[in-house]
């Protein structure tokens, strides 16, 4: 009986270790710059800025400390215009930087202003510096809908897509604190970090420990005949 | 409760917990409304539990403003099958939706009801979730939603064990095998995903697989009226579940008339030859199934879900298709195209890999959450693997094979894939667009279970063990793996 329970609970014990750790590996090793989105997708032309226009996002509330600002442009074909991205919390300047001229179309651009740090409610505008057209893509209005795009002021009746990452590298699993953070929230009240951790310690835990036992109380019955 | 855990055995009891673990984490970590149609299965739920009423009024909203202020405030409509958009992360705008929420009046849960793409589905599954609703109406619709969730994680319970009594049947109580089908079932990754959210589909898995067994039971050891019943019963209650429901039917009527020509033939003194085992099954079918069209038609509504087929071209009929293009249509959907053949409708590449394979395994959220492709093709290989090594025992030992019970799993087996290829035969023809997903052959898990536990009883018997020991802890690493990637999609 022992030689025939013992090599199947040592294959499913190591099959299961050599993939937890296989997979805590691959999260240690995953790099997650994202710092928190609006949720827009950009699924259409959210501003058209000519040369000295400006379009701000606007009220942004910052669940989490972030370096750059990534967003997509279109140009018509042409080299992008130089572009200037600021940020501003209570109506003055917290941060700006800018985005080169020379960018292709519908590319994918960053800048690094200062003052996208977590807890403010700021404003993020990208204001066109060039001597051409430039568009920022976006979603329909409400797609982000505590905030809006507004071009030079006036409602554009859109959000722009804005994705904003860490200054730092940090890896998945070092971002799991945060994960359970963020996936705690639109929960039932008794749903909170602590318990999705909990949940987590369970499967790499007492998941194998169950399967073990259940396997093996297959095998007695097994090794005795049906 | 100590009297099922003595009768449960130990080793189906100890599956069900890790299943039930698993359920219960996806259920928790996947984001609100963040699988297949829930926002619409929600609704449905909401409106019957909320009014005793059927969604699909067309002057109503397709949802509640309290369903419609959280799919909002989570970004659920924004995140729903695009990769690049995540669910809500800011605790200040959770806590504004909460403030909102509060201030919202009774009847914000009961506005909605309007023809949301689930509201022509039957009633079944979503009358049994409007008591976890009600159980849990104290709360927030987050609060309801997640009890819901863990509704249908009881459900998927009851698939597993009817995977395991599945086994049961076909492989003499071993227990081993038994635990491979039922782990098979339990610990496959889609099944648990779907089964952990708030769909029908839960409820079709359970329903099928208890059906499968009763199947076996029937005509392993004669058919009697309790369970001729039990089987009928069943079925209709996949029937009024969702309109895949119908494709058990005539399997079960074979199962019905075999069973019924061998208690005629067997002469058993004591057993009863009346024809009340048969009668009265087809008449519970009948009640069951009757009940829920009569009130479909008294309320003019549909009985089964519509699927729309678009209107490019008229839609082929059993009457008027073209046999050219639907063996075109079958060709390309299980072979790869030939240079000569036109790209049929909006079909991708071989969409026997691409829909049945990769998404009848995992693919997460509303589809859009997937593995890198190498790990397909592992999963490709694993799966031509248990269905050779199924093919392979049942070929030696097809003299011991019930013919009948072979002839009823594959006419279930055919007759699922017809209605489907039918289905989306027509939607291409008519311009609407692929209709197949891979969990609509998942009603067939405990069907798949069993094969995997042929396979493992093909080999010889000092390597069934480690066989068996390697696939549940694949399949427990590939939960793992699962959860990861699903995790990292949405709060990474």
């Known amino acids: 009986m022992r030689d025939v329970r013992r090599p199947a609970l040592v294959a499913l014990a190591a099959v299961f270790v050599l993939g937890a750790v296989g997979l805590l590996t691959v999260a240690a090793l995953d790099d997650r710059p994202l710092a928190f989105t609006l949720g827009v997708q950009p699924a259409q032309v959210a501003a058209v800025l000519q040369p000295g226009q400006t379009v701000c996002q606007e009220p942004i509330d910052v669940p989490a400390d972030a370096r750059t600002v990534r967003f997509s442009v279109g140009t018509f074909g042409a080299p992008g215009p130089q572009l200037q991205v600021l940020t501003r919390t209570s109506g003055a300047i917290a941060g700006r930087d800018s985005v080169r001229a020379g960018y292709g179309d519908r590319a994918t651009v960053a800048a690094s202003p200062r003052g996208i740090v977590a807890g403010r409610r700021i404003e993020l505008c990208v204001r066109n510096v060039g001597r051409r057209q430039v568009t920022i893509w976006g979603g329909v209005a409400g797609a982000a809908r505590t905030s809006t795009a507004r071009v030079d002021g006036h409602d554009a009746g859109t959000d722009l897509t804005l994705v904003f990452e860490r200054g730092e590298s940090r890896s998945m699993l070092a971002a799991m604190g945060d994960v359970f953070e963020r996936a705690a929230l639109f929960h039932p009240s008794w749903v909170s970090a602590g318990l999705l951790w909990a949940l987590a310690a369970l499967l790499l835990t007492g998941l194998p420990v169950a399967l073990l036992l259940a396997l093996r109380a297959a095998l007695n019955s097994y090794s005795s005949g049906p | ?492």
């Not at chain 2, 209650?237 to 005539?250: C, I, R, S």
Request: aromatic fraction near 10%; hydrophobic fraction near 50%; proline fraction near 7%.
């Open chain 2, 1 to 492: 409760m100590r009297r099922a855990t003595r009768t449960l055995p130990r080793s189906l009891l100890l599956l069900l917990c890790a299943v039930a673990l698993l359920g219960v984490s996806w259920a928790l970590f996947v984001p609100p409304f963040q699988a297949p149609d829930e926002n619409s299965h929600f609704g449905y739920v909401q409106r019957l539990a909320e009014d005793f009423d059927l969604p699909g009024d067309s002057d109503r909203p397709l949802f509640s403003t309290e369903q419609l202020l959280a799919h909002d405030r989570s970004n659920s409509d924004q995140t729903a099958a695009v990769l690049q958009t995540k669910p809500e992360w800011s605790k200040a705008a959770y806590e504004r939706w909460r403030a909102l929420d509060a201030r919202l009046p009774d009847s914000a849960r009961s506005d909605g009801g309007g023809p949301n793409p689930a509201s022509s589905n039957p009633p079944l599954y979503y009358l049994y979730e409007s008591i976890p609703y009600l159980l849990a109406s104290g709360g927030d619709i987050f609060d309801r939603l997640y009890t819901l969730r863990l509704g249908s994680v009881l459900l998927l319970l009851v698939t597993v064990v009817g995977a395991w009594l599945l086994a049961g049947e076909l492989f003499a109580r071993n227990r081993l095998l038994q635990l491979v089908a039922a782990s098979f079932a339990g610990l496959q990754p889609m099944v648990t995903f779907i089964s952990a959210s708030v769909t029908p589909d839960a409820l079709l898995f359970a329903t099928w697989s208890i059906a499968f067994w009763l199947f076996a039971r029937i005509l392993k050891r004669g058919l009697r009226l309790a369970e001729g019943v039990a089987l009928f019963a069943v079925v209709g209650l996949a029937v009024v579940t969702k309109g895949t429901g119908y494709a058990l039917v005539p399997a079960a009527l074979v199962v019905l008339a075999v069973g019924y020509a061998r208690l005629r033939r067997a002469h058993q003194p004591g057993v009863p030859r009346r024809r009340v085992v048969v009668v009265a099954p087809l008449v519970v079918l009948a009640v069951i199934v009757g009940a829920w069209l009569g009130t479909a038609r008294a309320l003019d509504r549909p009985a089964v879900n519509q699927v729309g087929t678009g209107t490019q071209n008229p839609a082929p009929t059993l009457t008027s298709f073209n046999p050219r293009e639907a063996g075109s249509y079958f060709w390309q959907y299980y072979l790869p195209r030939l240079p000569f053949q036109q790209r049929f409708g909006g079909m991708t590449d071989l969409p026997a890999y691409d829909i049945w394979l990769t998404q009848g395994w995992a693919a997460f959220g509303w589809l859009e959450v997937k593995f890198p492709e190498p790990v397909y093709v592992l999963l490709a290989l694993l799966t031509l693997a248990l269905l050779i090594g199924a093919v392979v025992a049942v070929v030696r030992a097809w003299s011991r094979v019930d013919r009948a019970l072979a002839a009823a799993f594959a006419l279930a087996v055919l007759t699922l894939l017809a209605g489907l290829h039918w289905t989306e035969f027509r939607t291409l023809v008519g311009g609407s667009g692929p209709f197949n997903q891979g969990r609509y052959l998942l009603p067939l898990i405990a069907l798949m279970g069993a094969a995997a536990a042929a396979a493992v009883s093909a080999l010889p018997a000092r390597r069934q063990p480690v066989a068996a020991a390697l696939l549940l802890g694949g399949l427990a690493v590939l939960q793992l793996a699962s959860l990861g990637i699903v995790v990292g999609r949405f709060y990474a």
